[in-house]
């Protein structure tokens, strides 16, 4: 990693006073005072005014997506989910699990590959609750049709069970093992109903806080993260 970007991401500095740091002479690499700003730190031991410095640790954020926003880093068509965040935060950071752009509710962000890799493992099994509305009222076989799988169109194996809770006969809990693509509206697609609008409400143990407005976002926490 540069040096100027260690620095930001060790202390919180912006990118412009970490510079002018470096340019003061405030920054020693190894005891010695460095002011090229892509310098490349691997392990060696960075000290700004004489206080050392931790390397940065991996990021890991949850978001409430908003209706309208892509989750991806780059899109033609609509706003990505990144431009909600602080942009000195962005560099390197990958949504965890996509959600659809008029889908809105719980989105994880990191940079770490692994953890995040382990969030969509299907051996990790990471149960995602969605609360579904829902265009025709709930059928009463649908219960036990999702839990014992249903095919989806183009796939060759069935869901895996899934469980329903009803709230109001177009309101429904649906808790997913999976992450197929369109997972949710294809369910109901394949026992002829329709999904209105889709919201998710949980990961594994993580939950979106209450007092998130859509586009506002906050850390884990250690406990959440180690959940995974
Ligand atoms: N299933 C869907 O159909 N869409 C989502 O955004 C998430 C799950």
Redesign the pocket.
């Known amino acids: 990693m540069r040096l100027d970007r260690f620095l930001c991401e060790s202390t919180g500095l912006t990118r412009s006073v970490a510079k002018k740091a470096l340019h003061r002479g405030d920054v020693t690499v190894d005891g010695i005072v460095v002011k090229k700003s892509d310098l490349q730190i691997n392990d060696q031991e960075v000290r700004l005014e004489g206080r050392l410095l931790s390397a940065p640790s991996a990021r890991y954020l949850l978001l409430h997506k908003p209706a309208g926003y892509i989750?991806a880093t780059q899109d033609e068509n609509y706003p990505c989910v990144l431009r909600l965040l602080p942009p000195e935060l962005c560099r390197g950071l990958q949504c965890a699990g996509?959600?659809?752009?008029?889908?809105t509710g719980l989105l994880l962000l990191t940079d770490d590959g692994q953890w995040s890799h382990r969030l969509r493992s299907p051996k990790k099994a990471c149960n995602?609750v969605?609360q579904v509305d829902l265009s025709e009222p709930l059928a009463s076989d649908v219960s036990q049709r999702f839990a014992e799988g249903v095919m989806l169109h183009g796939e060759d194996k069935a869901t895996l069970p899934a469980t329903l809770e009803t709230i109001t006969p177009t309101r429904v809990l649906l808790t997913?093992q999976e992450?197929?693509?369109?997972?949710?509206?294809?369910?109901f697609a394949a026992v002829g109903n329709h999904?209105e609008s889709?919201h998710?409400l949980q990961i594994g143990d993580i939950r979106l806080d209450d007092n998130l407005e859509p586009g506002q976002w906050r850390h884990l926490t250690e406990e959440e993260i180690a959940s995974i």
């Open positions: 989750s996509r959600l659809d752009v008029d889908t995602k969605y997913i992450g197929k693509y369109h997972q949710v509206k294809r369910m999904v889709l998710r």
